[in-house]
T-cell receptor, first 114, second 112 residues
Framework: AQSVTQPDIHITVSEGASLELRCNYS??????LFWYVQSPGQGLQLLLK??????LVQGIKGFEAEFKRSQSSFNLRKPSVHWSDAAEYFC????????????FGAGTQVVVTP | DGGITQSPKYLFRKEGQNVTLSCEQN?????MYWYRQDPGQGLRLIYY???????QKGDIAEGYSVSREKKESFPLTVTSAQKNPTAFYLC???????????FGDGTRLSIL
C-alpha cells in the first residue's frame, strides 16, 4: 500500500527566507503527487500537482516542487516566504488503480516570524 | 462561482444522536469524497462515490453512512455508533481520473 511521510511536523522560518518542505512517498509505480495548503479552520487549497513530464513543477503563490524518482521525494520550495504563507501544508499521493483515493501525509505546520 | 459548499460550519451532537453533514457541489464533478481530519493525523478517507447511487467505504467508515441520490450532493451521517466523532470533516470532489480533488471549507463537529 502506498504511504506518504512528511518528516517535519513543524517548521519556523523568518519572513523573506527560503522554505523547503519535505515529502517522501512509497509506491510501486510513479504516482500522481500533490501539495495542498490549509489555513486554520479552512479547507485545503491545491498548490501544485505532478502527473508526468518535467520533474520541476510550478504552482500558485510562488511555490514549486521537484519530483525525484530515485529518492521517492516530492519536496516543496519557496524562495522567499511571506507572513501569509503561515499555514499547514499537506503532501498527497494518488494512484491510478483506484478512483482518486488520496493518501495524505500528516502535514507540516509552517510558522513565519517577522 | 463554482465550488463545494459544506454546511453547517459548526455542529454539535448529543449522546445517542445521529447528525448529518451537508456537501453540495456545482462543479459537475462525478466523484465525491468525505475525509475526517484530526490533529497530527492528516486526512483519513471515510467514504467516496464515483457515480450517483454508488459509493464505497474508505479507511474509517465504521459509524458513518452516506447517500448519493444526486450528482451534486453527498451527505454524510455521523451515527451514534461513532464513539469519537469530534473532528473536522472535509468534503471533496473531482471531475475524473488523474485530476486533483477540490475541497470544501469543512464542518467542525463537537460533542455536547
Amino acid at each position: 500500500a502506498q504511504s506518504v511521510t512528511q518528516p517535519d511536523i513543524h517548521i519556523t522560518v523568518s519572513e523573506g527566507a527560503s522554505l523547503e518542505l519535505r515529502c517522501n512517498y512509497s509506491y510501486g509505480a510513479t504516482p500522481y503527487l500533490f501539495w495542498y495548503v490549509q489555513s486554520p479552520g479552512q479547507g485545503l487549497q491545491l498548490l501544485l500537482k505532478y502527473f508526468s513530464g518535467d520533474t520541476l513543477v510550478q504552482g500558485i503563490k510562488g511555490f514549486e516542487a521537484e519530483f525525484k524518482r530515485s529518492q521517492s521525494s516530492f519536496n516543496l520550495r519557496k524562495p522567499s516566504v511571506h507572513w501569509s504563507d503561515a499555514a499547514e501544508y499537506f503532501c498527497a499521493v494518488d494512484t491510478t488503480d483506484s478512483w482518486g483515493k488520496l493518501q495524505f501525509g500528516a502535514g507540516t505546520q509552517v510558522v513565519v516570524t517577522p | 462561482d463554482g465550488g463545494i459548499t459544506q454546511s453547517p460550519k459548526y455542529l454539535f451532537r448529543k449522546e445517542g444522536q445521529n447528525v448529518t453533514l451537508s456537501c453540495e457541489q456545482n462543479l459537475n464533478h462525478d466523484a465525491m469524497y468525505w475525509y475526517r481530519q484530526d490533529p497530527g493525523q492528516g486526512l483519513r478517507l471515510i467514504y467516496y462515490s464515483q457515480i450517483v447511487n454508488d459509493f464505497q467505504k474508505g479507511d474509517i467508515a465504521e459509524g458513518y453512512s452516506v447517500s448519493r441520490e444526486k450528482k451534486e450532493s453527498f451527505p454524510l451521517t455521523v451515527t451514534s455508533a461513532q464513539k469519537n466523532p469530534t473532528a473536522f470533516y472535509l468534503c471533496a470532489s473531482k471531475t475524473g481520473l488523474n485530476q486533483p480533488q477540490h475541497f470544501g471549507d469543512g464542518t467542525r463537529l463537537s460533542i455536547l
